[in-house]
């Protein structure tokens, strides 16, 4: 049986470092609601989002108990801080600071994880640099040369994990007496319940966000009936996504988590909380920028942006969730996919009627779903069953 490994304040404030980016994701994206300006969050977030994944796994099997490791986790977050300043000019005048900053995330985790695990980490460590000096090399050039460099070191995150899983087959298969830790071996040996914990805090802090954003919206307007209604409607929007993860989604996804072998938990996590993940936390970004665009003209007829990325948004999550459920085999899935098709369907409610329209569409259409698969917990829902074999009933 795992011993308890809980998430510690420190990792907690890491995570609330991390998700500035975010936040700034959200102001570049409201601020250039077009396809170029979506183009480079989806860049921009994805690297990132690379390397939370990979402190989040460090985390896990290096926890932040002794000195050395606490200040080099803060000198990390403080790194990132600098990436999540330049994010709004990461296609321009900050892309070099960006990539240092980004470069310096990348070798306070390699010297973390040698620390514990050794050489063994290098073939990583090494690829996460070269991705690094791409997204600094970006920094000097504008247009295509950028946008390529960039696409590299996105390829470079997407290939990293094939090689180090083909490394440790072919390692384990000629160096069977080693006495060090294969790479997989490492990696593996996450425990369910921390990675769990910590990636729905992480989710949590994004959710938050969001609300930041309605308030952001309103700004100095003045607090009328329609205003109010409007911010009420934009967090049911959010209450309903929390909802599907939180009471439906976090509880079976650790259970599934602690009955996966070790050795299977690294690839498991990769395709459930970095792939599947990224339109999550994506969607709620996209829809509080459409929030932040909307909240000030309900009334009006929207623009095609602020429409799209309200609608666009949801149906992130929405996908991004269904392939998070898929993965770890929890369902069902009609209710979510349905909701997802009605959810696009939104977009003529928002530009060719109101703002507030699309908002109430969107709500009726999220809490429809969370109805439809019941409003109860499944652990509230065995308790129950369990209760009424007991007595009986």
């Known amino acids: 049986m795992e011993s308890e490994h809980r998430v510690s304040t420190l990792e907690l404030f890491f995570d609330l470092v991390f998700v500035f980016t975010i936040t700034q994701l959200t102001v570049l994206l409201a601020d250039d609601l077009s396809l ?34 606490r200040v080099l986790l803060m000198l990390a977050m403080g790194a990132f801080m600098v990436c999540a300043l330049a994010v709004p000019t990461a296609f321009g005048a900050g892309g070099v600071a960006f990539g240092l900053g ?38 000097f050039f504008d247009g295509l040369p950028a946008w390529g460099l960039w696409m590299l070191a996105l390829l470079l995150q997407f290939v990293t994990p094939m090689v180090v899983q083909r490394v440790t087959a072919s390692g384990t298969a000629t160096e069977p007496e080693v006495p060090e830790q294969t790479v997989g071996d490492q990696l593996g040996g996450m425990n369910a319940a921390h990675l769990v914990e910590r990636h729905g805090l992480l989710l949590i802090i994004v959710f938050g966000e969001s609300v930041i954003a309605i308030g952001i919206g309103v700004g100095s307007l003045p607090l009328s009936p329609g205003i109010a209604g409007g911010a009420f409607l934009a967090l049911t929007v959010a209450s309903a996504m929390w909802w599907m993860y939180f009471v439906r989604d976090e509880g079976r996804a650790e259970e599934v ?13 990769m395709v459930a909380y970095y792939y599947a993940f990224l339109p999550v936390l994506l969607g709620i970004a996209v829809f509080a920028a459409g929030v932040k665009k909307t909240i000030g003209h309900l009334g009006e007829h929207l623009h095609t942006g602020p429409a799209v990325a309200l609608a666009g948004g949801v149906a992130l999550y929405l996908a991004g969730n269904l392939v998070f459920r898929a993965v770890l085999g929890i369902g069902p ?10 959810a696009l369907a939104t977009v003529p409610v928002g530009t060719s009627w109101t703002g507030a329209g699309q908002l109430v569409a969107l709500s009726v259409v999220l809490v429809g779903a969370v109805v439809a698969e019941g409003g109860r917990s499944p652990a509230a829902q065995a308790r129950g069953t369990d209760a009424g074999a007991v007595t009986g009933s």
């Open 36 to 69: 170029r300006g979506a183009g480079q969050v989806v860049l921009i977030f994805t690297v990132l989002f690379w390397m939370y994944g990979g402190y989040a796994h460090l985390t896990n099997q290096v926890p932040p108990d002794r000195t050395v490791r």
């Open 102 to 139: 980004y470069l310096l995330v990348v070798l306070v985790h390699g010297a973390l994880f040698t620390q514990a695990h050794g050489r063994g980490v290098l073939w990583f460590a090494l690829p996460n640099v070269l991705c690094a000096l791409a997204v600094t090399a970006a920094g």
């Open 257 to 269: 988590f602690a009955q996966t072998p070790p050795a299977r938990r690294f690839k498991l996590a």
């Open 333 to 342: 899935a009609r209710y979510r996919a349905t909701a997802l098709v009605l």
